[in-house]
């Protein structure tokens, strides 16, 4: 009977033990709970916080941007419109062709001269602008400078074209010594005065000097 009692009062001690065990562990986990609650709500405060000023920094940066390229940005639209207009103004214009433009090409024509005081003929003209030159000579039509330039192609030996103004021989064209057909060119700058005459004469060294139609003449008026 006595060890009957003893074992209850062993299993009721047990009980109590483990009922104050169950509150005070309840106790604990709520208290726990409470503090981790309160934890997650402090560090959502300070994240909005940081949120907030980061946002307030990040307009305020913006700001600053704004009125920095603000200048800049209106530099570039007023460059842009001055471009614009600038080609809206300027319109490009055509070369035409200017008939009244004073200079002739011609060919000179294919023949056989034997004497040096025979005027060399051009034939057939190419280009005759202001109608200066005839086909034998060229006569100035308004003062200015002009340049002149004859090419000759002959297989006479030692033949040659002399380019004159008026009386006054200018330069030679030359074409050496070969018998067979040669080559040269010669070109003059003058002054001329309105009536003023540019022509080619033959340079002879032995009897004769034949022309290849090759051959040509051109002068221009270049001021």
């Known amino acids: 009977m006595l060890h009957f009692l003893n074992f209850v009062w062993c299993v009721a001690f047990v009980f109590i033990i483990g009922e104050k ?3 005070y ?3 604990v986990s709520n208290s726990s709970e409470e503090y981790g609650y ?3 709500y402090n560090k959502i405060d300070s994240m909005q916080k940081a949120f907030q000023t ?3 920094n990040v307009q305020r940066k913006n700001n600053m941007l704004r009125q920095i390229l603000q200048p800049i940005t209106k530099m570039d639209d007023n460059i842009e419109m001055s471009d614009q207009s600038s080609q809206v103004t300027k319109t490009v214009q055509p070369l035409q062709k200017n008939d009244t433009a004073v200079g002739f090409t011609t060919r000179l024509q294919q023949t ?3 004497s040096s005081s025979s005027i060399i003929q051009g034939s057939p003209i190419l280009y005759n602008g202001g109608n200066a030159y005839n086909g034998t000579v060229f006569t100035c039509p308004s003062p200015g400078l002009y340049l002149f330039h004859v090419s000759v192609l002959t297989n006479t030996e030692r033949g040659g074209i002399r380019i004159y103004k008026n009386s006054q021989q200018l330069t030679l064209a030359f074409a050496g010594s070969d018998p067979q057909w040669n080559g040269a060119s010669v070109s003059a700058a003058v002054w001329l005065d309105v009536g003023d005459q540019v022509y080619l004469r033959p340079h002879i060294y032995s009897s004769t000097l034949h022309l290849d139609p090759n051959s040509a003449f051109t002068g221009v008026k270049i001021n």
Request: charged share 5%; proline share 0%.
């Open 25 to 27: 562990s309840l106790a």
């Open 21 to 23: 065990g169950s509150v």
């Open 38 to 40: 309160y934890n997650i």
């Open 54 to 56: 980061l946002e307030t």
């Open 112 to 114: 056989t001269y034997s």
